[in-house]
């Protein structure tokens, strides 16, 4: 039997990793430039952290978390999502005792069974930012200038900025009453899930991608009229701090995320590249997360961003490290031990060496030097052996030099 990948998983092949570690890279930069660490948690928690952050009533608790029973009897559930792990260690850890202020951002696979499509596995991938500890706006803009930041530096194009605010707990407990108010007389025109949503979550209605049920919402109550004052000058703040930064956004009273711990700030980044699954990015606040899961209250916000919907979009550069490159061909086995030397000598002081370790020709191993793209082959066989020199085969010139064995490393490092 030839075992394949299960459905909605794939293999990231050697050819595509350096788009990934490119991706990276940028994040680890960036994220470090702003002042975040990096936290990294396990890829299975208690179920019931997620049915308690995310909703019991959601699609992801519902219907696509990956849970199971373990031998001691406790549940425990693959990672849907990773706002809610890193609340649990702010929490389990007191980080919040260490520092007033927070500032954290990880990298990692998350899981859910989900119909796969374009940008968006069963097993997938995302980096996110969570800072605890800051109530006001500014916190908020630097969030979002973060991943603005990252896209900007990935060279992404047409990818916009969507914001709202969703307000405080006051606020979507009146909206919530207003929106079912509206939504009832329409009931009957609803797809069975927005029908289940009016009664457990009526604000994830909001965000339906169904035409008909688009159309209806156009003349639902907006969510603005139900702003306190303190929500209101919230928000204001938040477009005023944007502007300042020359960051461009666009309003979108419906925008409400999917998940139920958002207070306040919501907002997405969309790339016209991705269809109707536009989102590549999403996050807000969430201030009463860290107190729902048993922490001290604590204010809070953040993103995640999905990395195949990235990479769908991202503008790739040339796989380069900064380092010279070269593919030592050595002849016969004699030359095998001061070959591996060599090769040590040279990788320690940060060149990256191929080496053939078939024992093929001399055409074959040049051959496999130019699949590779290196820029230079060295070659040692007997006679350069005896000789202590090498010679230097410039592949692109097709030029050839002579080289002192012990002058090999400082050839290459000048």
């Known amino acids: 039997m030839a075992y394949r990948t299960i459905k909605g998983t794939h293999d990231i092949l050697p050819e595509e990793i350096h788009r990934w570690q490119q991706l990276e890279n940028v994040v680890h930069s960036i994220a470090g430039h702003y002042g975040y660490n990096e936290i990294r948690t396990p890829v299975f928690e208690d179920t019931g952290l997620f049915s308690k952050s995310v909703g019991k009533d959601t699609d992801i608790v519902s219907k696509e978390m990956y849970s199971w029973e373990d031998r001691s009897g406790g549940h425990l559930t693959l990672r849907p999502e990773l706002t809610a792990p890193v609340v649990r260690s702010f929490i389990q850890h007191n980080l919040g005792v260490r520092s007033p202020l927070q500032k954290l951002y990880y990298i990692g696979p998350l899981f859910r069974r989900e119909r796969p499509q374009k940008g968006r596995q069963r097993q997938f991938h995302q980096f996110g930012v969570e800072v605890f500890g800051s109530e006001h706006p500014e916190q908020d803009v630097e969030v979002i200038a973060l991943a603005h930041h990252i896209f900007k530096e990935l060279g992404i194009k047409d990818i916009s900025l969507k914001l709202n605010s969703i307000g405080s707990g006051d606020c979507r407990r009146n909206y919530r009453s207003a929106l079912i108010k509206f939504l009832t007389p329409f009931k009957d025109d609803l797809s069975e899930t927005s029908q289940k949503r009016l009664e457990t979550n009526p604000l994830r209605i909001l965000d339906t991608k169904i035409p008909h049920e688009k159309e209806i919402i156009q003349n639902a109550p907006s969510i603005s009229d139900s702003w306190t004052d303190e929500d209101k000058s919230h928000f204001e703040s938040v477009q005023s701090l944007l502007s300042g930064l020359n960051i461009p956004y666009e309003l979108d009273e419906h925008?409400?995320?999917?998940?139920?711990?958002?207070t306040r700030t919501t907002f997405e980044f969309v790339s016209e590249d991705l269809g109707a699954q536009d989102a590549v990015c999403g996050g807000g606040r969430y201030d009463n997360l860290v107190e729902m899961l048993g922490g001290r209250p604590t204010p809070a916000t953040g993103f995640a961003a999905g990395m195949?919907?990235?990479?769908?979009?991202?503008?790739?550069?040339?796989?380069?490290?900064?380092?010279?490159?070269?593919?030592?061909?050595?002849?016969?086995?004699?030359?095998?031990?001061?070959?591996?030397?060599?090769?040590?000598?040279l990788r320690s002081n940060g060149i990256t060496v191929y080496m053939d370790t078939k024992r093929r020709s001399l055409k074959a191993q040049l051959r496999e030097a130019n699949r590779l793209g290196t820029k230079k082959a060295v070659i040692l066989g007997e006679e350069e052996l005896k000789n202590n020199r090498v010679q230097v085969k410039d592949l692109l010139k097709g030029e050839q030099e002579e080289i002192a064995m012990d002058q090999l490393a400082k050839y290459f490092i000048v």
């Not at 380092?323 to 050595?330: D, Q």
Request: hydrophobic share 40%; no cysteine; glycine share 6%.
């Open 255 to 262: 925008l409400v995320r999917g998940l139920n711990y958002y």
């Open 308 to 345: 195949e919907r990235i990479l769908l979009s991202m503008v790739t550069s040339e796989q380069t490290d900064g380092r010279e490159s070269i593919y030592l061909i050595n002849l016969g086995k004699a030359v095998t031990m001061k070959a591996l030397q060599m090769a040590q000598e």
